[in-house]
């Protein structure tokens, strides 16, 4: 009996954006196939406006590209942030994009979208990048090495993707962006605002704007490469290697054949190498460093006056509430004895149930006042900027 074939498009709902429960998605999407989800966020309206995209591409710390697209020539130009009042100004009327990052840093109501991605760890989502464009622009056909979900947020978008696994993936080396040579595509729709479309790494595909405005909401997932964290667990090993270890041979024996590298002295070498023995607390703590550092543009800044035990209490007795900053980056992990909370690279000892909330809620309200290991948990955290206290409001 042949299995059924997984249908390609499928229609969501205020109550399952994906079409189908997450168990499902992600037993049979998830990092496997593309899908298209229509109505996935029933009447939607992008919680920026294309105005307010433009205004935060002109900050400083903002990641930002304005993209241009001469159709006649084929000729493709990319202008990195900040931008400017003039490069918007002298934009043509059609064939031009801007993108930019982590907007959901930057914009409370933006974040708050990523409620509807809670089916993932919240350490495996990246960010959310907006895109606004007017007809025709777009960033050529293209693959990605992540998962993403695309939302369209407003106006129309036309998408092309190829699900063929013998899909070209050469670049053009005449553009400044990673384009495609060849694109041939097998499937192709129309977005309207609501819809989305899930695509999972290495899937080629082209989005251009078409019939007017257009603005698209990208919930792109961090995929580190196995060259990033090699590198990564190889610095993190050599900092806290002593030198005084070094390649033994206690059991050696006389060589058989000059010059040779005998399988003993291999055995030495794995023995030598922390990658072959890494155990499990070495290896919680490095990835959980790592993973909450990856590719981070910014790091909340630590106050200009660190607070103490009995000023954080005095606040949180009175109904203060800790904010998680929104540059703050946190996942944790069990480990012998309780747990660790990671925050951009930083490992703090904590119980596990703050951990876990930490990660799970970004305002935090406690009905009583915080003590022994939860408040210099949190007392570490307000003094490193991930936490920002916010005073109750006098009724």
């Not at 979208?113 to 895109?131: A, C, G, K, T, Y």
């Not at 990835?287 to 550092?293: A, P, V």
């Not at 876990?356 to 309200?365: G, K, N, P, Q, V």
Request: with cysteine; glycine share 6%; hydrophobic share 40%.
């Amino acid at each position: 009996m042949t299995k059924p074939t997984l249908p390609l498009e499928v229609r969501g709902s205020a109550r399952q954006p994906l079409g189908m429960t997450p168990a499902q998605f992600l037993r049979d999407y998830w990092q496997k196939r593309p899908l298209l989800i229509r109505n996935a966020f029933p009447d939607f309206t992008p919680p920026l406006q294309p105005d307010d995209l433009a205004g935060l591409a002109l900050e400083e710390e903002a990641l930002s590209r304005l993209i241009v697209h001469d159709e006649r020539r084929d000729r493709w130009s990319v202008k990195t942030g900040p931008l400017s009042e003039e490069d918007f100004a002298t934009t043509p009327p059609a064939n031009w994009t801007l993108l930019v990052q982590d907007v959901d840093k930057w914009d409370a109501d933006v974040a708050a979208l990523l409620e509807s991605f809670r089916f993932l760890p919240n350490w495996r989502v990246d960010d959310i990048m907006i895109s606004y464009a007017e007809p025709g622009g777009g960033v050529g056909a293209h693959v990605d090495q992540y998962d993403v979900f695309l939302l369209q947020g407003l106006g129309q978008r036309h998408w092309a993707i190829s699900d063929d696994p013998q899909a070209s993936t050469e670049f053009r080396d005449d553009v400044e962006l990673k384009q495609l040579k060849h694109f041939e595509p097998t499937h192709e729709w129309l977005l309207e605002p609501g819809d989305m479309l899930y695509l999972p790494p290495g899937v080629p595909h082209d989005g251009v704007a078409f019939g007017g405005p257009c603005m698209t909401l990208s919930v792109g997932m961090r995929a580190p490469s196995r060259a990033e964290l090699a590198s990564d667990l190889a610095d993190y090993l050599v900092e806290r290697l002593p030198d005084e270890q070094r390649y033994r041979d206690p059991d050696l024996a006389p060589a058989r054949h000059a010059g040779e590298i005998d399988r003993a002295a291999l055995a030495r070498v794995r023995e030598a190498l922390p990658f072959a023995a890494l155990d499990d607390a070495t290896l919680v703590d490095w990835f959980g460093r790592y993973i909450t550092r990856y590719r981070v543009a910014r790091a909340p800044a630590a106050p200009d006056k660190a607070s103490t035990e009995a000023a954080l209490a005095k606040l949180l007795g009175d109904g203060a509430q800790l904010l998680r900053h929104p540059w703050s980056r946190m996942a944790w992990a069990r480990v012998k004895g309780g747990a660790i909370l990671f925050a951009n690279g930083q490992a703090y000892p904590a119980p596990a149930e703050l951990a876990e909330r930490l990660c799970a809620e970004r305002t935090l309200a406690f009905g009583r006042a915080p003590a022994g290991a939860e408040r210099a948990l949190l007392l570490a955290l307000v003094n490193d900027g991930h936490l920002v206290p916010r005073k109750a409001r006098r009724r």
